[in-house]
């Protein structure tokens, strides 16, 4: 570790939002960079700092800082500095002169204690005081805040959280209650807050510590896709966490489930417990599932079967027996499910029930959970796809929580709402669908269960499927046109744990045999650097992506995005780039929108058309990036051109490689899959299943054959708990504990 002191000569970049900051500082022997989170630092001021240093590349040796503090300027020169620096709103150098003339030394101490004497200084009225006051107060707040929880091990980035919540209490909050920051503050969960509260004095045995605890095993257990957990799933793994006696943890689920924080239910010879908001989630589905279920539709009284026949003649297309199947089940149920893998016809199933219920002039909404499906639909049906959040109309309230527009009393207009990709929707997203819909709207959902299941928490397409309950029709003839294609077999042969046809002439499948990770990066360069290009007619940037199963690792999505990167897009003199916690753009990159940010405004470069929303998934390339106003802009879908500031870009990762899971709902010409090594739960047949689903014209697996074999083998996808099947086959369940 490395400390000094010196005075902040200049701010190269600031995050306002978390306070990340690159300035340069001098000392009497030296000028260096420094980065960091420092939120507030300004020029002029002194500050200590502690950190390691850091050899960049591009920008020679920086000081990472790991913690500072603010250094009060003791001179005269140091004060006026500071306050000529422009930290303080309304004081420029003229004025701070001013007061430095005047109260010298003590100019900082009459600014905090005694504001009212600085109404003694030329052009300082009244008006102006108020101003320079909150301005002083907010900057010093934040900077003593920083140092006070400092010795809590709380860093400078979550401090500035920690004071945007509780300001001047700040400290006190964390002193007292350290569990309160897990409710209240982004970022803090029950590992920081149980830090902090041993290093304040607080006790193993805290109730508050109990039941923060409790909670943090539920919501952890929502990121494996759980909506509830099983009692002595909770109690064992509270113990192994708190490590206090079990009638204390016995005690804490009682208060819990007292206060509605939690649900304690039976189901069959055990108690399952769910956090109460997707308890109630998970019971709203199931009921107005019912609901839809048992609605009558009989608003559309026509012969179906002649109306089938006639479209096919008049369309000059044959549905198959299980397709015709579907489209009666459309008109008769209230809601249906459509599902089969890929060639067995269901894009001609979903047009030919959205044109019957058009000729019939009912209003059909078609939907899907990510942008990139709700494109994908609308290029395949010809007609308007939203995503669900846009359906929904998809707002903010004032303590900036999502919110829908739509509920349940202004419900969504439509006879049928029709949702595609329905296995990637969770127990929440399906909730909000239902409470927009009316009881005499149709609900279709179409999906393939044999995909990897929703990010969030519940497996909804699947229970509802199994449940029974709910009219569902599986496509399983693979027609003779998608036979052959080596694409669509083995995605059949893998679903069946069978072993792939590959290396085909003229197919559109192949194995590439390596035998390590970096054998399998050369072979994937090489790929990339022009070979598929060449043979098959493709663009290796916009035509070709790399799908890895996970993140980490020489073969993972990020090693590999900076190996792509330097051979689609290298460093060049007429390319303008930008280096950014260590992330390299550069114009012509191709990234992804890794968030759904609905309100953010684009422009068509070419017309004059705007609007506004992007979506999680969508993918664009870099157009060009203004060093002088820090922004950087990019295109996505051929023309809408969006801005980012430099401190909006976590919304964007690159995607010369993503993940199997961010690629769901998307279809890409030529996919490349790395095989190597990685975690068991990584490594499944669902997951390769649809990794495989996502190409066109061409599938490329490069790697250990071991490897694949175990993921086609492996069918033992993580267990989920989730209870909405056994809800809706027993409609009948009441809680251990009721008010």
């Not at 570790?1 to 300035?23: C, H, L, P, Q, R």
Request: charged share 25%; with cysteine.
């Amino acid at each position: 570790m490395t400390k000094f002191e010196g005075t902040i000569s200049d701010i190269v970049y600031a995050n306002e939002k978390n306070g990340y900051t690159i300035a340069r500082i001098k000392t009497e022997d030296f000028i260096e960079t420094i980065t960091g989170y420092m939120p507030g630092i300004s020029v002029g001021e002194n500050i200590e700092v502690n950190g390691e240093w850091t050899i960049r590349e591009s920008y020679g040796r920086q000081l990472k800082v790991d913690s500072y503090s603010i250094v009060i300027p003791s001179t005269a020169g140091g004060i006026l500095a500071f306050l000529s620096s422009g930290v303080i709103r309304g004081v420029g150098e003229k004025t701070a002169k001013r007061i430095v003339d005047k109260f010298g030394i003590r100019s900082l101490e009459i600014i905090q204690n005694s504001p009212e004497e600085l109404l003694s200084i030329e052009g300082i009225g009244k008006k102006k005081l108020q101003p320079i006051i909150d301005s002083f107060n907010e900057n010093m707040g934040v900077k003593n805040v920083i140092i006070a929880l400092s010795p809590y091990g709380i860093s400078p980035k979550m401090s500035m959280k920690i004071f945007r919540k509780y300001g001047e209490s700040s400290l006190d909050v964390v002193s007292k209650n350290p569990y309160k920051l897990i409710d209240d503050v982004v970022g803090v969960g029950f590992k920081v807050a149980d830090e902090i509260a041993k290093k304040s004095g607080m006790g193993n045995d805290s109730e508050y510590r109990i039941e923060h605890g409790i909670l943090h095993i539920l919501k952890n257990s929502i990121n494996s896709g759980h909506t509830f957990l099983p009692e002595y799933i909770v109690k064992a793994e509270s113990y192994n966490l708190l490590m206090v006696e079990m009638e204390k943890i016995e005690s804490s689920l009682f208060e819990l489930c007292l206060d509605r924080k939690i649900i304690i239910e039976k189901m069959g010879e055990i108690n399952i417990i769910y956090l109460s908001q997707y308890y109630k989630a998970e019971v709203d589905v199931c009921s107005r599932l019912l609901n839809l279920h048992g609605s009558e539709h009989r608003d559309v009284l026509i012969d179906i079967d002649q109306e089938i026949e006639d479209f096919q003649e008049n369309n000059d297309i044959f549905l198959a027996i299980a397709q015709k199947q579907a489209v009666r089940a459309a008109f008769e149920n209230g809601v249906m499910v459509l599902t089969g893998g890929p060639g067995t016809g269901k894009t001609t199933t979903i047009n030919s029930i959205i044109n019957l219920f058009r000729i019939n002039n009912k209003k059909v909404v078609l939907a899907a959970p990510t942008g990139r499906a709700a494109k994908r639909m609308t290029e395949t049906t010809g007609y308007e796809a939203k995503t669900i959040h846009r359906l929904l109309e998809m707002a903010f309230d004032t303590d900036d929580r999502l919110i829908f527009s739509k509920n349940e009393d202004e419900p969504v207009e439509a006879d049928v709402i029709i949702v595609d990709e329905a296995s990637m929707m969770d127990i929440f997203l399906m909730d909000s669908l239902l409470k927009a819909m009316s009881t005499k709207t149709r609900l279709i959902l179409v999906g393939d269960v044999d995909q990897l299941p929703s990010v969030g928490a519940g497996n909804v397409l699947m229970d509802i499927i199994n449940s029974g309950i709910v009219t569902t029709i599986k496509l399983t003839e693979i027609f003779r046109q998608a036979q052959e294609s080596d694409i669509i077999v083995n995605a059949h042969r893998i679903n069946e744990g069978r072993d792939i046809v590959s290396n085909r002439k003229n197919g559109d499948f192949y194995f590439i045999n390596r035998e390590n990770d970096k054998e399998i990066i050369e072979e994937i360069k090489s790929l990339v650097s022009g070979r598929l290009a060449k043979f098959y007619n493709v663009d290796s940037k916009k035509d070709i992506q790399i799908l890895s199963p996970m993140r980490k690792g020489e073969a993972g999505v990020n090693s590999i995005n900076q190996e792509v990167q330097n051979i689609l897009n290298p460093s060049r003199g007429d390319r303008t780039e930008l280096v950014l916690q260590k992330r390299i753009f550069r114009v012509g990159d191709k990234v992804m929108q890794i968030k759904n940010n609905y309100s953010k405004p684009w422009e068509d470069e070419k017309s004059t058309d705007s609007g506004e929303g992007i979506y999680n998934g969508d993918i664009g390339y870099i157009f060009h990036i203004d060093k002088e106003n820090k922004n950087l802009y990019i295109q996505f879908d051929e023309y809408k051109i969006f801005k980012y500031k430099y401190d909006e870009l976590d919304e964007i990762e690159h995607c010369f490689c993503t993940t199997v899971h961010k690629s769901q709902g998307s279809e890409f010409p030529v996919v490349i899959l790395p095989m190597t090594w990685g975690p068991p739960m990584l490594l499944s047949r669902n997951l390769l299943y649809t990794a495989v689903t996502r190409a066109k014209k061409l599938v490329v697996i490069v790697g250990m054959k071991k490897y694949l074999n175990h993921m086609i083998e492996n069918n033992k996808n993580s267990e989920r708990f989730s209870n909405l099947s056994y809800r809706l086959s027993n409609s009948k369940l009441t809680d251990l504990y009721e008010d």
